[in-house]
């Protein structure tokens, strides 16, 4: 199993470009989750899905969107990206009983310049 | 979401036990008690989880007293490569989210 992967790993976009950032999980979670990692500090959470169709916000939603087609996978998209967007941005999917427990991607580096 | 605080430094060395406690006074019912890991450059990784008294796994140990407003994750015996930041996260129980912290940065030494 792969596990949660990520794509890209790395993006450098210009103010105003716009993007898609692919979170892919082959373990058959109900659950995902897209989060932001600023330097030195811990992860906040933009938006997440309980369910094929459904998405929801999280802390900071302002200025993404995300998509939930299929089960496996969870989009998050920049529109008109800014500077304020330069963040490593993790995915993250779990079961929706027993133990709720977060599995990890890698990350995507992005840099608005 | 219940808002955790933890310290934001520890310096260890190898072979000493580290005790990294989070105050969480905030925690309800349903929440979870769980410690996550995270090396530069990866994303968090699972280290142990409890709701209530002890639980220990082969990583770690994590003391949960009975009001539930704290814990202490234990790292027995840490090396060199336990150097991480470790977050402690309180929650799961609202469609399995959790509050991220800054986390404690520890740092061990030879």
């Known amino acids: 199993n792969a596990g949660v992967t990520q794509t890209p790993k790395f993006r450098v976009l210009k103010t105003g470009q716009s993007m898609t950032l692919l979170c892919a999980q082959d373990?058959?979670?109900?659950?995902m989750y897209w989060y932001r990692q600023d330097p030195g500090m811990g992860l906040r959470l933009i938006h997440y899905?309980?369910?094929?169709?459904?998405?929801a916000k999280g802390e900071v939603p302002d200025g993404y969107n995300v998509s939930r087609l299929k089960k496996q996978n969870f989009l998050l998209g920049l529109e008109s990206a800014a500077p304020s967007q330069t963040s490593v941005y993790f995915c993250?999917?779990?079961?929706?009983?027993?133990?709720?427990?977060?599995?990890f991607g890698p990350g995507t580096r992005l840099t608005v310049l | 979401l219940a808002k955790t605080t933890q310290p934001i430094s520890m310096d260890s060395y190898e072979g000493q036990e580290v005790n990294i406690t989070c105050s969480h006074n905030?925690?309800?019912?349903?929440?979870?008690i769980t410690w996550y890991q995270q090396f530069p450059s990866q994303g968090p990784r699972f280290i142990i989880q409890?709701?209530?008294t002890k639980v220990t796994n082969e990583v770690a140990s994590l003391f949960i007293p009975a009001d539930r407003k704290s814990s202490t994750l234990s790292l027995p015996r840490v090396s060199l490569s336990d150097t991480a930041v470790y977050y402690c996260?309180?929650?799961?129980?609202?469609?399995?989210?959790?509050?991220f912290g800054s986390g404690t940065k520890l740092n061990v030494k030879p």
């Open positions: 373990m058959n979670h109900e659950y």
């Open positions: 993250a999917s779990s079961y929706r009983s027993g133990s709720p427990e977060q599995f």
């Open positions: 899905s309980v369910g094929e169709g459904t998405t």
């Open positions: 996260l309180v929650g799961g129980g609202d469609f399995n989210k959790f509050y």
């Open positions: 409890g709701y209530k």
């Open positions: 905030n925690i309800a019912t349903n929440d979870y």
